[in-house]
């Protein structure tokens, strides 16, 4: 009974220091020396990031989405970063800005679309700017609505089936301002912003530059594109210019021939008018310049769209008079 009780003691004992030992190891205590170490514990580390607003990375994303034809999901913000810009100048990302101080709070954001990062510029009361030197024609496809238009209107002017036009290039833009999207040579820097499309089509041997409204509701034609000569004249149009003629002139039909027709767009009335200084103003006139035989001289008539308007180079008139 009494060496049951021993036994029993020891293997007590035999517990205790195993748990003992247990619990130094759990502890991180090296028993070989007694000496306490501390076992290294892993910190969680609190990244401090720049939050946008929701309801602006949600307009951010929709405004990527629409002008690049890539949906929602497929877009990344990759880069928010508070800014103050120091005017609206500089909000608006041009190049040129005095040093007016009239500081607008915001972000820059930057999204990633595809292999390209645009760059956005965003103010607290949400509105948005988005770089106008981004290249949108890798990532964006012009319209079929748009398309058919600008290939209809090329086809009109040069006299030619649609079929035989090409749109050989359209790239996104944002024109400054409306001078500016009407291929205006001197224009004020107003930013008055355009969105629509650069068109280039391929008409024969040349190529036509278009820009044209995100609805399509504007189409024009760069000015400096030289007209397709040997268009067809519309049948009333060249009744009315050869009665013109006929009673200017007061000799027989048969001595009055029209000799060359070319469609052109006339940057304004002035223009349209044979005005030798004439503004820059864009106010264009879609028609006809008419070259006629009368008697061995060469009129010019300037004929619009409609055959409503007619106007005779003045230099032949004075010659008329004499």
Aim: net charge positive.
């Amino acid at each position: 009974m009494l060496s049951q009780m021993k036994n029993n003691g020891k293997l007590s004992k035999s517990i205790v220091c195993v748990l003992a030992l247990s619990s130094l190891l759990a502890c991180g205590v090296d028993i070989s020396n007694n000496t306490s170490v501390a076992i290294p514990r892993t910190e969680p580390t609190q990244i401090t990031q720049n939050t946008l607003p929701r309801n602006i990375s949600a307009a951010v994303l929709r405004d990527a989405s629409v002008r690049s034809g890539v949906k929602i999901p497929d877009l990344q913000i990759s880069q928010v970063t508070p800014t103050t810009f120091s005017n609206r100048c500089m909000f608006e990302f041009k190049e040129v800005c005095t040093k007016e101080f009239k500081p607008i709070q915001g972000w820059v954001v930057v999204v990633k679309v595809k292999q390209q990062s645009w760059n956005y510029h965003v103010s607290q009361s949400s509105q948005i700017v988005i770089d106008p030197n981004i290249n949108f024609s890798n990532v964006s496809q012009l319209p079929r609505t748009i398309s058919n238009k600008v290939l209809s209107d090329a086809a009109n002017r040069a006299g030619v089936p649609s079929r035989s036009i090409k749109i050989i290039r359209s790239t996104q833009k944002i024109f400054g301002n409306s001078c500016q999207f009407n291929f205006g040579e001197i224009c004020t820097q107003q930013y008055d912003p355009v969105e629509g499309w650069e068109v280039v089509v391929k008409v024969k041997e040349e190529s036509w530059t278009y820009h044209v409204n995100k609805s399509g509701s504007q189409i024009v034609l760069d000015p400096k594109i030289l007209a397709t000569e040997g268009s067809k004249l519309p049948e009333k149009i060249a009744e009315k210019v050869l009665n013109d003629a006929y009673e200017r002139s007061r000799l027989e039909t048969r001595a009055i021939k029209i000799t060359r027709t070319i469609q052109k767009t006339f940057s304004n009335s002035c223009v349209f008018n044979f005005g030798e200084v004439c503004t820059q103003q864009y106010d264009p006139i879609d028609g006809w310049e008419v070259v006629i035989s009368v008697n061995n001289q060469f009129w010019t008539y300037h004929v619009d769209r409609t055959g409503s308007r007619l106007a005779l180079d003045p230099k032949v008139t004075a010659t008329l008079k004499k």
